[in-house]
């Protein structure tokens, strides 16, 4: 059974970071490229960023381009997406999810098979 499980998420204020993790379970985590998302009240689930199965070729929507940074550990299964000099805006419930592929797809979630069960991220002050 494949898992997916997120965790790091919580209130911070304006400018402050966050560290979020996805550890994964029952599938070959290194042989596919994965995922984060995002889904604000009243959004559409937003594709974040992408990371190629061996942690080459990251991929970033604009508006976190230059502050968020996503890793992956393959000996421990897990993903990572450090959040810097975070906003209001990026206020949101978390997810992650693994793609089909070993390279990122596009940052459509109709391309990823996996998801975990999201974590929620608040930036306020």
């Known amino acids: 059974q494949v898992q997916l499980v997120e965790s790091g998420g919580g209130l911070v204020q304006p400018g402050g970071s966050l560290r979020l993790s996805c550890a994964v379970s029952?599938?070959?985590?290194?042989?596919?490229?994965m995922g984060w998302f995002r889904q604000a009240p009243g959004k559409e689930r937003e594709g974040v960023s992408c990371i190629s199965w061996d942690g080459s070729t990251p991929v970033y929507v604009d508006s976190v381009k230059g502050r968020f940074t996503v890793s992956r550990d393959n000996a421990k299964n897990t993903l990572y997406l450090q959040m810097n000099s975070l906003k209001p805006e990026d206020t949101a419930i978390y997810y992650c999810?693994?793609?089909?592929?070993?390279?990122?797809?596009?940052?459509?979630?109709?391309?990823?098979?996996?998801w975990g069960q999201g974590t929620q991220v608040n930036v306020s002050s």
């Open positions: 029952g599938y070959t985590f290194s042989e596919y490229s």
């Open positions: 999810a693994a793609s089909r592929y070993l390279m990122c797809p596009t940052l459509r979630a109709i391309e990823f098979v996996h």
